[in-house]
């Protein structure tokens, strides 16, 4: 069974399921997998993960990333970005220095409210789902970490900037949010990821070149794939015990990541162990043949 990651290059105008699919006839139909859900509106980098590399999306979805946001002001919609219907109409355009100011509001730990149309499940069906029949349900407020917003240039009405942030932020509802608070109106009108768990766009692959004679070429092996974490490596017989499911005390793993990556003596990726100031256990280790 094929298992590792391969870093795609999304096109707009498709849903990252549908885009994942396009690996199954090139991998044995191993099981295929993302990491970080893409808008059918955004581009970017997409974690496809294959095999037991599914068994670790998490691990990767856990970790930064960063985006490209086209904010296009004048007018917002019910969905956020272009696709959705025109809800209101605001002739403002704010100048740089006060969306600048703006944007140093939104760094740090913050609540907020996930978009109407979106994924996120309420009495197990998404919210998309009820947001096209007009019901109203509860908001879903969730803290996200924004590390860092940057303007990157301005056309007329529509400001180009960059978003460092962690698990689940949603960029629609971050340009809801800083229109509001310059009470003006704008959308999302363009999106690319261009980093996501330390891999870039610039390792990203076109899914249309790759087949079924170089596209092993072209996968990470599991350990280099979950690159975010932290190392360690072990001897055989504290392998056994982590295997037995035994509690380790690890000097060496005191000062490193709540999840480590553990592997052998001859550098074998293992599996995932939870790190308590260096009392180490298995979390999630990987079946023996790989």
Do not use: W
């Not at 996200?144 to 932020?169: A, M, Q, R």
């Not at 072209?218 to 190392?231: Q, S």
């Not at 001897?235 to 480590?260: H, N, V, W």
């Amino acid at each position: 069974m094929i298992s590792g990651l391969i870093v795609l290059n999304k096109p707009s105008g498709i849903s990252s399921g549908e885009f994942i699919r396009k690996l199954k006839p090139l991998i044995d139909n191993s099981k295929v997998g993302h990491s970080g859900t893409l808008d059918p509106l955004a581009s970017g980098i997409i974690l496809a993960c294959i095999g037991q590399m599914t068994r670790f999306t998490n691990y990767l979805a856990n970790e930064k990333k960063v985006y490209i946001a086209d904010m296009k002001f004048g007018f917002s919609t019910d969905t956020g970005d272009l696709d959705g219907k025109i809800i209101e109409r605001i002739n403002k355009i704010p100048s740089k220095s006060d969306f600048k100011k703006i944007l140093k509001e939104f760094i740090g730990r913050t609540d907020q409210e996930a978009p109407k149309f979106s994924s996120l499940k309420h009495k197990g069906k998404p919210l998309y789902y009820y947001a096209r029949l007009n019901k109203k349900v509860p908001k879903k407020i969730r803290p996200v970490d924004i590390s860092k917003l940057e303007l990157l240039s301005v056309s007329d009405d529509t400001f180009k900037f960059s978003v460092e942030c962690g698990k689940g932020t949603y960029i629609r509802s971050l340009v809801r949010d800083i229109a509001k608070n310059l009470n003006c109106a704008a959308v999302l009108s363009k999106l690319q990821r261009t980093v996501s768990a330390n891999h870039s766009l610039e390792d990203a692959h076109e899914i249309e070149n790759l087949n079924d004679k170089n596209i092993k070429k072209k996968i990470i092996d599991m350990g280099d794939a979950l690159r975010c974490i932290d190392k360690i490596q072990c001897l055989p017989e504290i392998i056994d015990r982590i295997k037995k499911g035994q509690k380790i005390f690890m000097k060496e793993a005191e000062l490193k990541s709540k999840y480590l990556r553990l592997f052998d003596e001859n550098n074998e990726f293992l599996g995932i162990l939870e790190n308590s100031n260096g009392l180490v256990s298995p979390k999630r280790l990987i079946s023996i043949e790989i």
